[in-house]
């Protein structure tokens, strides 16, 4: 079954930067064809939406709570996409996923943790 490969998480300090990754290495579909989120979630929260990318890679939409410090781009020929995540605050630790919708079927990465602290 196709599954989106995030790479990128980890430990970071406060005010700090993080590049995440999202990939499916062109099994199944050619990622870059289609839009694609990112999504974290926090223990007890629900999922929550935080950028868009669409196919052509033009539009761009973003939660409030991440404009202006995070970036989501794509290189289409790489078949990846990435979110630049600057100035990293203790609230933005969590799990974060990326996803894209193919044919009314969504397909996941597996998540990755994210920890802020100094």
């Known amino acids: 079954q196709v599954q989106l490969v995030e790479s990128g998480g980890g430990v970071v300090q406060p005010g700090k930067s993080l590049t995440r990754s999202c990939t499916n290495d062109?099994?199944?579909?050619?990622?870059?064809?289609?839009?694609l989120s990112w999504y974290r979630q926090v223990p007890g929260k629900e999922r929550e939406l935080l950028a868009t990318?669409?196919?052509?890679?033009?539009?761009?939409n973003y939660a409030e709570s991440v404009k202006g410090r995070f970036t989501v781009s794509r290189d289409k020929a790489k078949n990846t996409v990435y979110l630049q995540m600057n100035d990293l605050r203790p609230n933005d630790a969590a799990v974060y996923y990326c996803?894209?919708?193919?044919?009314?079927?969504?397909?996941w990465g597996r998540g990755t943790q994210v920890t802020v602290s100094s």
């Open positions: 990318i669409a196919s052509g890679g033009g539009v761009r």
């Open positions: 996803k894209t919708r193919r044919n009314y079927i969504d397909y």
């Open positions: 062109g099994f199944g579909f050619t990622l870059s064809f289609y839009p």
